[in-house]
Nanobody
Framework: QLQASGGGLVQPGGSLRLSCEGSGLILDDYAVGWVRQAPGKEREGVSCISSEDSNDEGVVYYANSVKDRFTISRDSAKNLVYLQMDSLKPEDAAVYFC???????????????WGKGTLVTVSS
C-alpha cells in the first residue's frame, strides 16, 4: 500500500529526493513518516508530516540529526509524499521506509502502514 523510491548512491554533500506513493491509501488522510534503518542499528524516525485532516495539518517534524538538511512535503495531486535530502552525510546511509497512520509517531515509530524501503548509500 506504500512504496518508497528514489534511493541510490550519492557522494557526501549530495542530494536525493525520496518519494512515497500510496496505493489504495489517500496519503492526505494520513500522517506520513520517514523512518530509516542502518545495518546493526535500530530504526530511527527521520521526519513526519501530519494529516491534512488533522487539527495540526501541515505540521512537520524532523529528527535533530537531519534538521535543516531534510525537507518533507506533499504532492496531493499525485498522492505522494517526498523527502528531499540535502547535504547528505555518510551517517545518513540506510534503508528508508515510509509509513502512515492517523498521527505522527515520534520516537516510537509505530505506524499502521509500512512500505518496502529504498536504500540510500552515501559514499565517495
Amino acid at each position: 500500500q506504500l512504496q518508497a523510491s528514489g534511493g541510490g548512491l550519492v557522494q557526501p554533500g549530495g542530494s536525493l529526493r525520496l518519494s512515497c506513493e500510496g496505493s489504495g491509501l489517500i496519503l492526505d488522510d494520513y500522517a506520513v513518516g520517514w523512518v530509516r534503518q542502518a545495518p546493526g542499528k535500530e530504526r530511527e524516525g527521520v521526519s513526519c508530516i501530519s494529516s491534512e485532516d488533522s487539527n495540526d495539518e501541515g505540521v512537520v517534524y524532523y529528527a535533530n540529526s537531519v534538521k535543516d538538511r531534510f525537507t518533507i512535503s506533499r504532492d496531493s495531486a499525485k498522492n505522494l509524499v517526498y523527502l528531499q535530502m540535502d547535504s547528505l552525510k555518510p551517517e545518513d546511509a540506510a534503508v528508508y521506509f515510509c509509513a502512515a497512520d492517523s498521527f505522527c509517531s515520534i520516537g516510537t515509530n509505530e505506524y499502521d502502514y509500512w512500505g518496502k524501503g529504498t536504500l540510500v548509500t552515501v559514499s565517495s
